[in-house]
C-alpha cells in the first residue's frame, strides 16, 4: 500500500465491503458498503448500506486531474516514482508470471538483449532497462507532438517515434499498438497522462532559456535517476560529465583541428568525422555539435545553417551505446538540440547513435523474433562504422569497470595483439618488445582501457586524428600499464595529459595541503587525455598538467582555459616504465638498476581471499571450531545457517553446496590454521576450498610449516611505504592496507606440496621417484644470482636467512622510504645490496631484532614499557580513546594501558595505525590478552629505537652497492 500511495496521488484501496480514498499519501474518504461478517458469517450477500457516501467518494476519486507540473525537477520526480513502480510492480510481475501473452513478449525481448547486447544481463536488470526505456521513449515522443495538438497517450506515442529509430519503434509497437497487459497499459497511460500535462518540451526549453543548465536533458536525466534509483550511477558507472570538462576537451579538440590538421573550420568543417564510442545520453556529440554550429554561423552566417546540419553532422557524426535508456535519451538529446538550431529533422533522418557493443565486432544476424529485426539492422549500421568508416576525432567518457563484462575473442586481440585486422598497433601487453611479465595484469582489462584501446586503433586505422578522453588516470604511473604507455606514444605523435587527481583512494590533496576534490561524485581520481596523430609522423611527446584544488575551481580553470600547448609541461617517459607524469629521472636510473623483492623471492603471491571473514576466521581456534560443527551439521537447515552467520549465495558459491563439502571433515582441529590477519593480529582460519574463495595454495602451502615470509606490496597508494612485517603463517590478502596493492607474501624456504605427492596427477607416479632429494625437504625461495653475486663480494656464501634480515632492516629505514618513496607508491621496493661484508652483517642483526620484536619473540619485550591499569571488572573494549596529556590508551571508562608516547600511538605498519587497529577490531569483545597488547606497544617502541641504528648504516650501505 505504501508503494501505491507513495507513486500514485490518486488511490482507492478496497476488499470490496469497505472503500478507502488516499489522496497524496493521506486517506481522505473511506465508505463501508456492506458487512463482510454477513457473507462470512450467513454464507448471504450483505445488504448495501452508505449508498450516498459510496457514490460521494466515486465522485470525489474522478474529480482528480493531474496537477500541472511547472519545473524540470517535479516533472522527474513524479516520472521516477512512476518508473520505479512500472519497474518493480508491472514488468517484474509480468516476467514471473508465465503463460501469459505480456510475459512472453517481454521475455522475447529480455531474451533478445541478452543474447545480442548484454550478455550478462539479469532479469532485474532487464525490468530497470525496460521501464527506462518506455518512460523516455515516452518522453521522446510527446516533444514531438506538433504544437497546437493537444492530445497525447499511450496508443499516439508510437506515432511520434521517428520511423529510423527502430528499436524504440519496436519497443511501443508492443506498448501502443498491441495489447500489453492490463496493469502495463494502466501505469504507460498514467506516464502519458503526467507528461501530457506537463508539455515537457516546453519545460526543457524553459530551463535552458532561464540559464539552469548548458544541457537541459542531462540534467533532466540526473534530477530522474536520483530519484528513480541513485544506486544506478553507481552500480553501471554512468556519472554526468560535467560540462566544464565536456567543453574543454571539445574546445581543445577544435583547436587541434585547425592548428594541426589544416582544417580551418574546426568541427564544422565537413572532412571531419567524429565518434563518441560510449556514447551514454550524448554530452560529448551535443557539444561538439553546438560548437561547430556556433563556427559556422559566426563565418558563414545562418542561411546554410540547414543544409550543413544535413550534408555533415547528420552524416558525418556517430554515437555507440549499449543502454537502452541513455540511448533513447540521447535521441531526445538530438531533437531538441536541433529544434534549437531550427532543424526539424524528416521522418526519415536520424542522428547516428546506435544501439551496439563498442567492444563486439560480430554482427548480430536477422533475428527471428517479432518485433525485434531492428536490432540487426542496427548492429548492422553499426558494424560498417566500426569496421570500415575512417574517423577523425573520437572522444567521449568510457565506463570505468575494473570487473569488465566486455570479454571476447575480439577485446582480446585488440589489448594483446600487435596487429587487429590489417591494423599495426602495439600490444598492451609487451614493453620494448619483451612480454609484460605480469602475474595478473587485470587492471588492463578495465572497460576504459579497452575504450581507449579502441579509439586508438581506429585513428590507426584512419592513419590520423585526434582522441580527446576523460578516464580513470590510474594507467598515467601504474607498472601494470607501462606497455599501454609505451603502446600510446608507439601510435601518437603528441599527448597531452591533464591530470585532474580528486583520489580520495589514494587520499590526495593540493601540493600546499589543501583539500583537493574530484570532478566527479567519485572517488577515483580522473585525468583528461587528449591523443594527436599527424599526417606526418613525428618523434613522440608528451605534455603533463597537474590541476589540483576543490572541484568548483577546477570547474572555474576548464571554463576559462582554452588549450594550450604552453599550460603543459613537457615529460621525457623512459623506459621500461614510461611514466606520463613528472619523475626524478635521475634517482630512477639507480634505483631500477637494484632488483625487486620478487625477483628476489621468486616464488609469491598476493594473500588469500574467503569472502566470508567473519565466519572461516575466528579469534581463536575454540570459537572457530565451533562455528564450523555448527555449519557441517545437515541437520540444521540452510536458512538458519545462512542467518546465523550472515552468508548469501552468489554466482560461484552456495551454502548448500559447501556444507555438503566438509560435512566429512572428520578432523576439524587439523583443517585450522594460524593466519596473519593484520599486523600483530594473529587469528585462525578454516583452510578449506569449500569456504575460502581464493586459497593461494601454490604459495600458502609453504608456510604450513616451519618457515618465516616476507610480507609487502606491490604498490602504495595513500602515505609513504610502511608496508613490510613479517609472519610465520597463511597471510590474509588485507595483512596491508593499500587501495592499489593487497599484501604479498615471499616465503623464505620453499617445501613439497604434500598434497601433490599423495595424489599425484595421471601419468606422474614413475616421475616422483626420480624427483630431487631436495623437493623432500626445504630449500630456499632465493634467486641463485643473489647468493653467487654477494658469495662473490663477500668471498662466502650467506645464509637464506642473513639476506632475508638484511632486507628486512633495510625496509625499515626511514632514509630508504623517504628517498625512494615516489617509486615505492608504484612498484615492488627494490634491494640495494651493499658490497660491504661487515654493513652487511650489521643490517642484518638489526633486521633480525626487528623480526624478533615482530613476531613477539623477543626476550626485549620480557620487560613490557606500558601496563594495563584500572579498577572494576568490565575488561569489555568499548571505546577506544588515546589521551596524549595523560599517555594513556582507554578502552573503556574504567581500564586503559599507561605509558605510550604519541609517536608511539601513532605508528604505522602496512598502512595501519597498528595499536589503534588491534583494538577496533575488538570493539565489543573482552579484552582476554592484555599481556599481548603490552608487548605489542613494547615491540613497537623498540622498533622506532632500531630505525634510528638502521638510519646510521643504511647511507653506508648505499656507498657501494652490488651490480646486477
Not at 295 to 301: A, I, N, S
Not at 430 to 451: A, M, R, S
Not at 777 to 803: H, T
Request: proline share 5%; aromatic share 12%.
Amino acid at each position: 500500500m505504501e508503494r501505491y500511495c507513495a507513486t500514485f496521488p490518486n488511490v482507492i484501496l478496497t476488499n470490496f465491503y469497505e472503500f478507502r480514498l488516499y489522496r497524496d499519501g493521506q486517506r481522505i474518504a473511506q465508505v463501508m458498503i456492506g458487512r463482510p461478517v454477513i457473507a462470512e458469517r450467513l454464507q448471504t450477500t450483505p445488504p448495501v448500506e452508505n449508498a450516498d457516501k459510496f457514490k460521494a467518494l466515486f465522485d470525489l476519486f474522478f474529480s482528480f486531474s493531474l496537477p500541472k507540473v511547472q519545473t524540470a525537477r517535479s516533472l522527474a520526480v513524479e516520472l521516477a516514482k512512476r518508473t520505479r513502480f512500472l519497474r518493480d510492480e508491472v514488468i517484474a510481475v509480468e516476467m514471473e508470471e508465465n503463460g501469459g501473452r505480456g510475459h512472453k513478449q517481454i521475455i522475447g525481448f529480455y531474451e533478445a538483449f541478452k543474447k545480442y547486447l548484454i550478455g550478462t544481463l539479469t532479469e532485474r536488470q532487464f525490468a530497470d532497462l525496460y521501464a527506462q526505456t518506455i518512460t523516455y521513449g515516452l518522453f521522446a515522443a510527446r516533444t514531438r507532438v506538433p504544437p497546437g495538438r493537444n492530445e497525447f497517450n499511450r496508443r499516439l506515442a508510437f506515432d511520434y517515434i521517428p520511423h529510423t529509430i527502430g528499436i524504440l519503434r519496436d519497443v511501443f509497437r508492443f506498448i501502443s499498438l498491441e495489447e500489453p497487459p492490463k496493469s502495463l497499459q494502466m501505469i504507460v497511460e498514467d506516464i502519458a497522462g503526467i507528461l501530457h500535462a506537463a508539455d515537457a518540451d516546453k519545460i526543457l526549453h524553459d530551463y535552458q532559456k532561464t540559464g539552469k543548465g548548458g544541457d537541459p536533458v542531462i540534467h533532466f536525466y540526473e534530477t530522474f535517476l536520483a530519484a528513480y534509483d541513485p544506486r544506478i550511477r553507481e552500480r553501471r558507472g554512468v556519472y554526468y560529465t560535467p560540462e566544464a570538462v565536456v567543453g574543454y576537451i571539445v574546445r581543445a579538440v577544435h583547436s587541434l583541428l585547425k592548428s594541426h590538421f589544416g582544417l580551418p573550420d574546426g568541427l564544422a568543417g565537413e572532412e571531419v568525422k567524429l565518434l563518441d564510442p560510449a556514447g551514454g545520453t550524448l554530452t560529448f556529440p551535443a557539444e561538439a555539435i553546438r560548437l561547430a554550429a556556433a563556427e559556422f554561423k559566426e563565418k558563414y552566417g545562418d542561411g546554410g545553417l540547414h543544409r550543413w546540419i544535413g550534408k555533415h553532422i547528420l552524416a558525418d557524426f556517430y554515437a555507440f551505446e549499449l543502454m537502452m535508456a541513455p540511448y533513447a535519451i540521447g535521441h531526445l538529446k538530438m531533437g531538441f538540440i536541433f529544434d534549437e538550431l531550427g532543424y526539424k529533422m524528416a521522418d526519415d533522418e536520424r542522428f547516428k547513435l546506435y544501439l551496439t557493443n563498442t567492444l563486439e565486432m560480430e554482427e548480430i544476424k536477422q533475428i527471428d523474433l517479432p518485433g525485434l529485426s531492428s536490432l540487426s539492422e542496427e548492429s548492422h549500421l553499426a558494424g560498417k562504422v566500426k569496421k570500415e568508416q575512417p574517423v577523425l576525432v573520437v572522444l567521449g567518457n568510457p565506463p570505468y569497470s575494473g570487473h569488465s563484462a566486455n570479454s571476447n575473442e575480439w577485446t582480446e586481440r585488440l589489448l594483446k595483439e600487435d596487429r587487429v585486422d590489417g591494423v599495426p598497433i602495439q600490444s598492451y601487453y609487451k614493453v620494448d618488445g619483451q612480454p609484460l611479465g605480469e602475474k595478473n595484469p587485470k587492471w588492463l582489462q578495465d572497460d576504459y582501457v579497452k575504450f581507449l584501446r579502441f579509439a586508438q586503433w581506429k585513428i590507426q586505422q584512419s592513419g590520423h586524428g585526434i582522441v580527446g578522453m576523460i578516464t580513470n588516470h590510474s594507467y598515467l604511473d601504474n607498472p601494470t600499464f607501462r606497455g599501454m604507455r609505451r603502446s600510446l606514444m608507439n601510435t601518437f605523435d603528441e599527448i597531452y595529459i591533464l591530470d585532474l587527481h580528486g583520489n580520495s583512494l589514494k587520499k590526495e590533496t593540493a601540493p600546499e595541503g589543501g583539500k583537493d576534490e574530484n570532478v566527479f561524485d567519485i572517488r577515483q581520481g580522473v585525468a583528461i587525455a587528449l591523443f594527436v596523430k599527424n599526417k606526418k609522423a613525428k618523434a613522440p611527446k608528451v605534455f603533463h598538467l597537474d590541476l589540483f584544488g576543490l572541484r568548483a575551481e577546477k570547474y572555474d580553470w576548464l571554463e576559462k582555459n582554452e588549450f594550450s600547448k604552453e599550460n603543459y609541461t613537457g615529460i621525457e617517459p623512459q623506459s621500461p616504465a614510461y611514466f606520463f607524469i613528472k619523475r626524478d629521472t635521475e634517482k630512477i636510473k639507480q634505483y631500477l638498476e637494484w632488483k625487486k623483492v620478487n625477483e628476489i623471492f621468486p616464488v609469491n603471491s598476493v594473500g588469500i581471499v574467503t569472502s566470508r571473514d567473519r565466519f572461516v576466521i575466528g579469534f581463536n581456534k575454540k570459537e572457530l571450531k565451533n562455528r564450523i560443527l555448527q555449519f557441517k551439521n545437515l541437520s540444521q537447515p540452510d536458512e538458519i545457517i545462512a542467518q546465523a552467520y550472515n552468508l548469501k549465495n552468489t554466482s560461484n558459491w552456495k551454502i548448500r553446496d559447501a556444507r555438503e563439502k566438509i560435512r566429512n571433515s572428520s578432523d576439524v582441529d587439523t583443517t585450522i590454521k594460524a593466519v596473519s590477519y593484520r599486523p600483530f593480529d594473529k587469528r585462525y582460519l578454516f583452510y578449506h576450498p569449500a569456504v575460502i574463495e581464493r586459497m593461494r595454495r601454490d604459495v600458502m602451502h609453504h608456510m604450513l610449516k616451519e618457515n618465516i615470509g616476507l610480507i609487502s606490496v606491490r604498490q602504495v597508494a595513500e602515505g609513504i611505504f610502511n608496508h613490510c612485517f613479517i609472519t610465520e603463517n597463511i597471510i590474509e590478502s588485507r595483512m596491508t592496507l593499500s587501495n592499489k596493492g593487497i599484501g604479498y607474501l615471499f616465503p623464505l624456504y620453499l617445501y613439497a606440496d604434500e598434497t601433490k605427492k599423495q595424489n599425484p596427477r595421471p601419468g606422474a607416479t614413475m616421475m616422483m621417484v626420480f624427483e630431487p632429494r631436495e623437493s623432500y625437504g626445504r630449500k630456499p625461495n632465493i634467486s641463485p644470482v643473489i647468493f653467487k653475486k654477494l658469495e662473490d663480494a663477500f668471498g662466502k656464501r650467506p645464509s637464506p636467512e642473513e639476506i632475508f634480515y638484511y632486507i628486512y632492516g633495510l625496509f625499515y629505514s626511514t632514509i630508504y622510504r623517504e628517498k625512494y618513496a615516489e617509486f615505492l607508491k608504484i612498484d615492488f621496493p627494490r634491494v640495494p645490496f651493499t658490497a660491504d661484508c661487515d654493513l652487511f652483517k650489521k643490517m642484518g642483526k638489526l633486521g633480525r631484532r626487528l623480526s624478533d620484536l615482530h613476531l613477539l619473540k623477543s626476550t626485549e619485550l620480557d620487560m613490557p614499557i606500558t601496563k594495563y591499569q584500572g579498577s572494576g571488572n568490565n575488561d569489555r573494549i568499548e571505546k577506544v580513546n588515546y589521551r596524549e596529556e595523560e599517555q594513556r590508551i582507554y578502552i573503556n571508562k574504567d581500564k586503559y594501558f599507561e605509558g605510550i608516547a604519541p609517536e608511539v600511538w601513532n605508528y604505522h605498519i602496512g598502512g595501519y595505525q597498528v595499536l589503534h587497529k588491534y583494538l577496533k577490531d575488538r570493539k565489543g569483545r573482552i579484552l582476554d590478552d592484555a599481556p599481548r597488547y603490552c608487548r605489542i606497544i613494547t615491540a613497537l617502541s623498540k622498533t622506532m629505537e632500531i630505525q634510528k641504528k638502521i638510519d646510521e648504516v643504511y647511507p653506508k650501505a648505499e656507498k657501494r652497492l652490488i651490480d646486477f
